[in-house]
């Protein structure tokens, strides 16, 4: 071969002797690298796409953790304090509201007292799933949020669970502060609470406007009764107010009444939609017009005087201690008589209050007036009057201790002598007929303490005279003497067990007892006067019928009445306490134009007069107090309301008479029905004349002092 045709590149390697054929010829290394080829690259959605994937899986992490986070870092918190305050609720005894005596109108009730009616009606108004849907609902959130952004107003998307959440645990702020926590909360408390729980507590919890917090404040707000008496129709406009309150209300807004209906109608159709209500039945409602907004019930005028003697009759028993009374949401029916109430009150503004000219009169800025009515069957007190007005005096005249019972104490000590078959210091026993000496100033017999020898008004001596006549006239020498025959410690237990405390002030087992120190209120009194009104069997006095709490009823003492004294020695005390009214100082009484049994009396200095009388029906008592407003001292009544002095058989006896008047005028004319003691049923004796020495007087007042007028005949007893 011609060395021109041979190949200038190397020879190839010899075959490996011990390998295989590689099966591929070696790349050349003096060439470059062949380029790989290029892979398709992937289209923008596609990127797009598995971009979203990673972001929405990173956002579920994130959430998932968020979820885990909250939920363990937000507790079940106590309830706030608006939402546990609570007014207590007084009632009088037909149930028409008195009184609430807190800021917060709330009464909490327990669902079985709500009618299903009005519970389906606030479902179809709030949330028609409850029963069945889970305790927040997360779509619902979100469509309420987007709608809210795109200008359909601030929706909620809330379920009654997370609604009861922000009423009880939160508050109303709208924040996503607030928001977050309604949720985990709402989720918790679903695993802990059932759902007649949660919606319990929402129907106590919601505002209804009106100041009305929970359905049956708002019962009472709207329709003027408890909630178990109101009808699918009530309901559904309590439920519809939910949304809107103030808006929805059509007698505050008039203007807003198409809107009202429309709501009022959608509550219904929603209830229909459940089966809830059928066709025919809500066809057949009519939108139930609410009654007028009335001012909140505060304690101005009486209502502070009677809600004060309930607290007091409520805690001084140990029925509820007063701390716990404090935390409200008690719901007290009081034994009070609204129309008797009103009529007392009418009866002190007639003939006391509207007289009043302090310019004219000095002493009237010192009047002072409280009373007491009480059923004798029963012990119910029906009504009281505390003074003109609690927001301006604050004292309850009607339950305060500090004023002399003056001659209105003498028939205890007449009680006592019957009741214990007593004697005169000369063998006697003691009738309405027993002679007694009624010298003035003359030293009591048989009292082995310090001499005694009391003052019979204006200094007047009347020499021997009947018992019955004495009590007519309030003669003192008698009365004293008379409670040392008895023994004064007996006319005290006489006294304590007709009803007043064993702890009044100045009740001392002394002579003077008997003129009347002590200083029992006039409640106190009343309860004496209803014991001899009802033959002396004692109903303890009450002023509260029923108390309960969440629905929950409170124990009461026992009104069982029990025989406090005889018979016998009871009804022979009101024999002679007619002749009191009939024909001695308590006239005036006769204006009640039926049979009545009364004593007046008047304290030391005439710093009180008052009027203790009853009938078969109904026992009352009436004071006439005077007391510096400035200064709180006691001062004599001398000249008030125009007059010389002021008496029991005077303006007391008046406003007796005229209450008794009225508050009877339903009830018929009853006689006394008197069982008396042996001596009692003798014949009358002879007039008596009043002066001292067997003179005429000119006449007496309400206690036995002197007065303008004619005389007249005394006689101990009918």
Known sequence: MSPSLRSSSPAPPPPDPGGADPGWEPRDPTLAAPRAAARPRASLPRRLLRAAAWLTLLGALLLGGAFVA????????AANAAAVAQSNLYLYRDGTVLA?????????????????????????????DFHTSRAVDPKAMVRAAWNTLNGKGRQSGSTITQQYVKNYYLGQEQTLTRKAKEFFIAIKLEREKTKDEILQGYLNTSYFGRNAYGVQAAAHAYYGKDVERLGPAEGAYLAALLKAPSAYDVTTHPENRPAVLARWGYVLDGMVGEGWLTPGERAALRFPDPQTARPATG????????????EEYLTGRGIVDEKTLAGGGFRIVT????????ALVRAVEDRVTHRLDPAAHPTDRYVRAGAAAVEPATGRVVALYGGVDYTEQYVNNATRRDYQVGSTFKPFVLTAAVQSGARTQYGEPITPYTLYDGTDRRPVEGWPGAPYDPANEDGESYGEIPVGTATDLSVNAVYAQMAVDVGPARVRRTAVALGLPATTPDLTASPSIALGPATASVLDMAQAYATLAAHGRRGDHTLVAAVSRDGDPLPLPSAEPRQAVGREAADTTTAVLRS??????????????RPAAGKTGTAEDDKAAWFAGYTPELATVVALMGQDPETGAHEPLYGALGLPRVNGGGPPAEIWARFTREALADTPVRDFDLRLMPGAELPEVPPVPDGPEGEEDEGWDGTGEAGPGPAKTRRPAR
Do not use: F, M
């Open 70 to 77: 909250g939920y363990l870092l937000v507790d079940i918190p």
């Open 100 to 128: 609430r005596d807190g800021e917060v109108n709330r009464e909490n009730v327990r669902l079985d007292r709500i009618p299903l009616s009005v519970r389906q009606a606030v479902l179809a108004a709030e949330d028609r």
């Open 299 to 310: 304690l101005s005028g009486q209502r502070g005087y009677l809600v004060q003697a309930v």
């Open 335 to 342: 034994t009070i008589d609204p129309a008797r109430q009103a």
């Open 580 to 593: 009191v009214v009939e024909s001695g100082t308590g006239t005036a009484a006769l204006d009640a134009g």
